[in-house]
């Protein structure tokens, strides 16, 4: 009888940590910078056979009340190069970076990913992502500039000029040819762009990589990020991994395609999960609690209110009630963290409402709404969830992220992976080379070069 195929899953990697906040003293956690943690994490993702390893980016250390936010893993290197280690030991896990389009130059990013794709052999990725952050933008030359309503209209010239700067190098420009005396085809690299926000020409250094275009990646959540994710990405990711708001964003992201004159499959959409497994669900639930437990310390929730309240609540008992005072409208305690800059009004009432309808204490609260796990339970327990949602269109996959480096992965690949390949919804061995090729997702049209094109290749 014929059957229809099942969707595949797609499952990425994160490197645990930014907020995550106690996973670090946990005694089996290990150095967040070592490069032993990064390819031991690494390699654990492509044994499973994962489609990439992801790294998050923040381009300055948070701050709470004036101080370093250290319930925050803090200090973390540059994730290019980190990436370009990682391409040495690895051979088909897609390598994806966070790049801020808000403060770095086409031209150099442009390079740099091109450089990972070749170096990888065609398994570069970039979360494009913007900053509307005055107190991440003071780092820089041009500190704060950006306002929130251009920050897209930046990254889309900023993306597209990237795209004309991979595409100025055909894939025959390097003929190296002694016989007719010809290294380079003469109109290689030669580029000319004019916009609002960049005015540059001339020629990029570096020749078209395996995938033509880096696998691109959006993770903002606003209809501008929405429509920027369905007009020119390749993968949106969500905070959504509920299913039933998953499924409404899923449905919302994917309509917008077609107005790109772009079939759905062209998007994938991965909100990031984290998975607790045990022999049994019971004790994969006391093992859930106990992690949660963790992760949210009394002064982490203490900090989390403080962050949505804007006043000092120190004095409170984080076993007690919510504070009995309303949120101070002007006061920011938490710096450089996106989550609470707007709406901490509604937040608090929301939250206010939540705690008295299940009796919360603070810390409960915010293990409520922030400490939860996505997945939790027996191995079978885990696939059939994991292949429910992705069947159920809540998602096409996930960007799992452990709570512990660098041993957070195993379990999940020795014991859930399994079982998802048994049900002939994950690959067992990877098909194609490039990055590409796990996710489904084609590059770009090649576009020919806008000038100087003395030798047409194609
Ligand atoms: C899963 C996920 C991962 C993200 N990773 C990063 C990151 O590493 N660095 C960063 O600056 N912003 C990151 N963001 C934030 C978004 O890029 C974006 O700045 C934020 O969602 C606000 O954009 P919006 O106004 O379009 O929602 C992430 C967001 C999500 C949902």
């Known amino acids: 009888m014929p059957t229809t195929r099942r969707k595949q899953v797609h499952l990425a990697a994160q490197l645990p940590g930014i907020h995550n906040v106690t996973a670090w003293s946990d005694p089996r ?111 820089f030359r041009r500190g704060g500039f950006l306002d929130e309503a ?88 969500s905070k959504y991994n509920q299913l039933d708001v998953a499924r409404a964003f899923y449905r919302d992201v994917k309509r917008r395609l077609a107005t790109y004159g772009r079939t759905p499959d062209m998007l994938k959409i991965m909100p990031t999960a984290s998975v607790v497994v045990a022999d049994t669900d019971e004790e994969a639930a006391a093992y859930a609690a106990e992690i949660t437990r963790a992760l949210v310390s009394p002064q982490t929730a203490i900090a989390h209110l403080e962050a949505v309240w804007g006043r000092d609540l120190s004095g409170y008992d984080p076993d007690g009630p919510l504070p009995d005072v309303e949120p101070a409208a002007d006061a ?53 969830a994991i292949d429910h949602f992705v069947q159920t269109d809540g998602a096409d996959g996930f960007v799992l992220v452990p709570h512990l480096t660098p041993g957070g992965l195993d379990d999940l690949v020795d014991r859930v992976v399994p079982l998802l390949q048994e049900k002939g919804v994950f690959r067992k061995e990877y098909t194609g080379k490039l990055l590409r090729d796990h996710l489904g997702v084609r590059a770009p049209e090649y576009t020919a070069r806008p000038v100087g094109d003395e030798k047409e290749t194609r």
């Open 150 to 237: 251009d920050r897209y209209t930046r990254a889309a010239e900023f993306l597209g000029l990237t795209r004309e700067l991979w595409d100025s190098w055909a894939s025959g420009d390097l003929p190296a040819d002694a016989e007719r005396d010809e290294f380079v085809r003469p109109g290689a690299g030669h580029f000319a762009h004019r916009g609002r926000h960049f005015d540059v020409s001339g020629r990029f250094t570096t020749p078209r990589g395996p995938q033509g275009h880096p696998v691109i990646i959006q993770s903002g959540e606003s209809d501008a990020g929405r429509e920027f994710a369905a007009s020119d990405a390749d993968v949106i990711f």
């Open 332 to 384: 920011h305690f938490l710096k450089g963290h996106s989550v609470f800059r707007k709406g901490r009004g509604e937040t608090a009432r929301q939250w206010r409402k939540l705690a008295e309808e299940r009796n919360l204490s603070m810390r409960e609260l915010v293990i409520e709404v922030n400490g939860g796990q996505t997945f939790i339970g027996s191995p079978r327990t885990v696939a059939d």
């Open 29 to 139: 956690s290990e150095s967040q910078i070592a490069i032993g943690s990064f390819i031991r994490l690494a390699q654990t993702a492509e044994r499973g056979k994962f489609d990439f390893f992801f790294l998050a980016e923040g381009l300055r250390l948070r701050e709470h009340k004036g101080r370093i936010y250290d319930l925050d893993v803090v200090g973390r290197p540059e994730n290019l190069t980190v990436l370009s280690a990682l391409s040495a030991v690895t051979t088909h896990l897609g390598l994806a970076a966070t790049v801020n389009a808000t403060f770095n130059e086409p031209y150099e990013v442009a390079r740099r990913l091109a450089t990972l794709d070749h170096l990888s052999g065609g398994r570069s990725a970039w979360n494009v992502v913007t900053s509307y952050d005055a107190f991440t933008g003071e780092n």
